[in-house]
């Protein structure tokens, strides 16, 4: 037996494969990444486990035949495994009626979803490319991790929504002029373990302790202490969840009535502080939004909120405002609050300091501003005008022709007949899943290229096995990454999965654009082409090695990115005239006509305190007292390798963790270890409990990934075994301006759970006939 070790890249971080006759015997970090996440590893045991999708398959009913009455067949049925190439002819036939009998539009390819590292084998682009190329598709847009924030920052600040990433401090520039970082959502560095398209080396812990170690001093403003590091030494202010618009008010209107903001910046570099300050004073609604009434919202002390705003405004201060505070009722406030209030605190523009957003939330925002771009495989336009904001999908399912308000437009739902699932989980990302059992009957089929027998694929009406990033070759560049990592095969595909591009090869092939769709190219060349396509682009500077020497080398470093970065604050504050920002004005828009002039009656023209309809505060708080947070998972990258051994190993009883104050588990019988079961009004799962005081009371954290595991799958309301928040969460939207996901927006309450236990079945494939 020889060990072979190869190169590997994945979203949470580079790591060598060893291989033995085909089989994957270990994933070991490299020497060259100081923080190494434990998630690789873990990969080992779901390589080959007995979750994998090793033909492809049809559900039985759908088999059976027209007309197509689905009931709740969807989800509950057996499948029968075909040939590749029965398959194939399936789903070509019936992407050519669907197209002919309905119209392209019908046709649903936003495939929302993180797939895996690497530029070629992207599985949304190939999907894309595939359907743009065959007459075009329903598109989505905007993300699950941050609509809120992608639709309200460009009004504010301008540029294109992700451009602040570029525009706001790095860590090194913190440590070196930074006094005070005040972090609404906290700094956890378990996101860090994650980029998206891959990683080289995790470098966020160490420069997260270089700034403390030069004596930066944190406060964490989070309902868990454990969202900034030990090391740290934050100060922890528990803040009751979704009201930190409400903090931030109070703390800006005690800068105001002390006079200690800076006028001269809000006079010069914003538009609209004075009808913000009206608001802010009460002068309308007779509402001061001073630090007493924050206090009685948010939990945090009238005196912490005060000084908060001295210490802010007198040292060289950072507000630094995380995504988790957006995906919830009226997201888009505390995104534009939080700028607002940088803006007055003195250090808006000044090296250090200001304003930043999603620090730690990968270990590439604050790490650099950017990178040059690498070539990808190539988009094609798609034919189809239509979309829907990304959080929508059930709407559009159970509400064909509705109109709803997006970002100042009306758009029309489409009619979707063929849903084309590529890359992503939708029984994991999306909210209140029962709502979406009961949509996902409504289309003719749903196709599901998928790597393991998880929810989404037992949802499917067709599954395609796909290959994953370890059994096909391809390069990595992480978002904001100077690497390029090769990813040489590190085995064969398991049983008979195909690479997402081989599949779609083939469909081409029987729809007659194949040549169109490969240019020629087999999988190898392609991944050369793009190689050597950002080699040429990026010149002599650059002095890349030539394909071969990379493929053999592993890692390539590229040159650093030196801007422009327009729209730079520092810019700003020098001479607005000369560096205006991208937006209406020119200026910060503390007041945004454009927002105003939508007329909505959820987003004012200047950010305000909305009380969400799920709060700790409100009615339905007697019913539900316990603010559920549906955080991102330690053990694994959303619903990835939760079947791996990392995050297996996290699990209690076979239930994912969830996490409460002790005083609330005990006033609920509750013990640690014990399995639980967390219920409101949309649903209930089990959970294994956990009992920490870094919970503040009246919180429980359940983070997303665990497989669904519903008892009757297929039946609406039917109890989940495992512990997939989202069959908790609602599915509404921020509001009318980004008809975002309000995911974090969820009360709950838990009870000890002393039936049986059912065992837990997330991870065993359907009934499959031959
Ligand atoms: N309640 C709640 N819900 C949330 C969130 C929350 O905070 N709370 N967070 C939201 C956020 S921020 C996000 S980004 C989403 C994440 O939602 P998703 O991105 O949908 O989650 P993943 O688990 O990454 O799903 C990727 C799927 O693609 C498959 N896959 C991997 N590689 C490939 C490939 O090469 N080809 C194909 N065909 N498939 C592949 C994987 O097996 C997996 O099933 O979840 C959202 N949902
Ligand atoms: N390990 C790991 N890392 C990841 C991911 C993953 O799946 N696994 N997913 C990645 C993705 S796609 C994204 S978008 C980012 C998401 O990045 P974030 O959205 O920042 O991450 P979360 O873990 O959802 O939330 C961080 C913390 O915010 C706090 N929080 C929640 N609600 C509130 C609130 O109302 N107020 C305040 N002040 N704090 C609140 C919670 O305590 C929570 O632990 O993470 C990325 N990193
Ligand atoms: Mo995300």
């Known amino acids: 037996m020889v060990e072979r070790r190869i190169s590997v890249a994945t979203h949470w971080g580079s790591y060598v494969a060893v291989v033995d006759s085909g089989r994957l015997v270990r994933v070991e970090p490299r020497g060259d990444d100081p923080a190494p996440s434990p998630i690789g590893p873990g990969m080992v045991t779901a390589a080959d486990d007995s979750a994998r999708v090793l033909r492809p398959a049809v559900r039985k009913g ?65 999907l894309q490319r595939f359907l743009a190329l065959g007459g075009g598709y329903t598109d989505s847009c905007n993300t699950y991790s941050t609509a809120a924030l992608e639709v309200v920052l460009p009004h504010v600040i301008g540029g294109h929504p992700w451009s602040y990433q570029s525009r706001m401090p790095m860590w090194d ?47 964490n403003v989070s309902p868990l202490r454990s969202d900034t590091a030990g090391f740290l030494d934050a100060e922890w202010l528990p803040v009751v969840p979704h009201t930190d618009t409400a903090a931030m008010l109070g703390i800006a209107h005690t800068m105001l009535v002390n006079e200690w903001h800076d006028e001269d910046f809000l006079r010069r570099c914003c538009v609209g502080f004075d009808r913000f300050a009206s608001y802010l004073l009460g002068e309308l609604d007779g509402v001061p939004k001073d630090a007493a009434w924050a206090a009685g919202i948010t939990g945090i002390g009238r005196d912490v909120l005060c000084d908060l705003a001295r210490r802010l405004t007198t040292r060289r201060s950072l507000i630094m405002v995380n995504y988790a505070v957006q995906r919830a009722d009226h997201g888009e406030q505390p995104i534009w609050m939080s700028v607002v209030l940088a803006a007055m605190t003195g250090s808006m523009g000044r090296p250090g300091g200001g304003w930043g957003a999603g620090y730690a939330t990968m270990d590439a925002t604050g790490v650099a501003r950017g990178r040059p771009s690498v070539a990808a495989v190539p988009k094609v336009p798609n034919p189809v005008p239509d979309f829907i904001p990304v959080a929508r999908i059930a709407d ?18 489409p009619e979707l ?69 090769a990813m040489p095969k590190a085995r064969e595909p398991a049983g008979e999965s195909r690479t997402d591009h081989d599949i779609f090869r083939g469909l081409a092939a029987r729809l007659g654009y194949e040549q169109e769709f490969t240019e020629s190219r087999s999988e190898i060349e392609w991944v050369r082409h793009l190689y050597e396509q950002t080699r040429a ?52 828009e503390i007041f945004s006509e454009v927002i105003d002039s939508f007329g909505y009656d959820d987003c004012a023209g200047h950010p305000k305190w909305y009380a969400p309809v799920e709060w700790l505060r409100a009615d339905l708080a007697g019913r539900f007292p316990l603010h559920l ?29 969830v996490t409460m104050n002790p005083g609330d588990a005990a006033s609920r019988g509750i013990e640690s270890g014990m399995v639980v079961r967390l219920y409101n009004d949309r649903g209930s799962c089990l959970a294994g409990a956990v009992l920490s005081e870094d919970v503040m009371p009246g919180v429980v954290q359940l983070s997303t990934g665990a497989w669904w595991d519903p008892v009757r799958p297929g039946l609406s309301g039917t109890m989940d075994r495992h512990g997939n928040p989202n069959v908790l969460t609602a599915d509404r939207p921020c509001s009318r301006l980004s008809q975002g996901p309000s995911a974090l927006s969820t009360l709950v309450d838990v009870e000890r759970y002393d039936d049986p236990l059912p065992d837990v079945l997330a991870f065993t494939p359907p009934p499959l006939e031959q």
């Not at 119209?103 to 649903?108: I, K, R």
């Not at 609404?184 to 470098?203: P, T």
């Not at 308000?405 to 029309?412: F, K, M």
Request: charged fraction near 20%; hydrophobic fraction near 35%.
């Open 173 to 219: 520039e913190i440590a070196e002029s930074c006094e005070l970082v005040v972090a609404f959502g906290g700094l956890a560095l378990k996101n860090s373990q994650i980029n998206s398209g891959g990683l080289a080396r995790h470098r966020t812990r160490d420069l997260q302790r270089q700034c403390r170690e030069a004596g930066v001093r944190f406060v």
């Open 629 to 657: 947070l549906s955080n991102q998972p330690a053990s694994r990258l959303h619903s990835q390798y939760d079947n791996g051994g990392h995050s297996l190993s996290s699990k209690i009883l076979g239930r994912e963790p």
């Open 417 to 485: 007949r063929l849903i084309y699932w590529c890359g992503g989980n939708p029984f994991h990302h999306h909210q209140d899943l029962h709502r979406l059992t009961r949509a996902w009957q409504a289309p003719d089929t749903v196709v599901v290229h998928e790597a393991w027998w998880n929810a989404t694929a037992k949802f499917a009406d067709i599954v395609l096995p796909v290959a994953t990033s370890l059994e096909r070759d391809d390069f990595a560049a992480g978002f904001s990454d100077p690497h390029l990592v």
């Open 62 to 126: 759908w088999l059976d035949g027209l007309p197509r009455v689905h009931d709740t067949a969807r989800g509950a049925d057996a499948f029968v495994e075909v040939s590749w190439d029965d398959a194939l002819t399936l789903v070509s036939d019936e992407l050519r009626r669907v197209r002919s009998q309905h119209s392209d539009s019908a046709v649903f390819g936003g495939s929302y979803g993180w797939a895996s590292a690497g530029g070629f084998h992207n599985a949304q682009g190939q």
């Open 396 to 413: 559009t399912l159970l509400h064909p022709g509705r109109t709803i308000d997006y970002d100042g437009r009306r758009l029309t739902l």
């Open 537 to 588: 682009e990026l010149g002599v500077e650059a002095s890349l090695p030539g394909f071969d020497d990379f493929w053999r080398s592993s890692t390539v470093e590229l040159p650093a990115s030196t801007g422009p970065f327009p729209g730079d604050f520092g810019a700003l504050r020098s001479d607005p005239r000369r560096f205006p920002l991208p937006t209406p004005s020119g200026r910060i």
